[in-house]
């Protein structure tokens, strides 16, 4: 859904997006870091890449994003300041079983 909101918008907003990696999805370290290198860039010719080991302090987290219009953001994995929240059927019993054990639901 992120990529059709992003392919609707982006003719006339600069759209950013922000997620994780799941616990199935491979963690490793990509590129140079992994042989211990803190930052590695690569021109992709399209689009560049950016991979940090060291943590991404806030201030730069902050400023990688700034040039967007738009950030979406998966609020299963990262903090925003509002949220749209779209619940998928096949997401629904995850969900309710999270909203039960929650703080919240006391």
Partial sequence: ????????????????????SHNDEVISLPGRPASGAVLEYTDQLN????????????????QQFAAADLILVNGNHQPAKAQV???YNNKMASLQKGWSSSPMSN
């Fill in 85 to 87: 929240v779209i619940i």
């Fill in 47 to 62: 689009n560049h890449q950016f991979n940090y080991s060291a943590d991404l302090k806030p201030i730069s987290f902050k």
């Fill in 1 to 20: 859904m992120a990529a059709d909101v992003i392919a609707a918008l982006s003719p006339q907003y600069k759209c950013a997006y922000a997620d994780s």
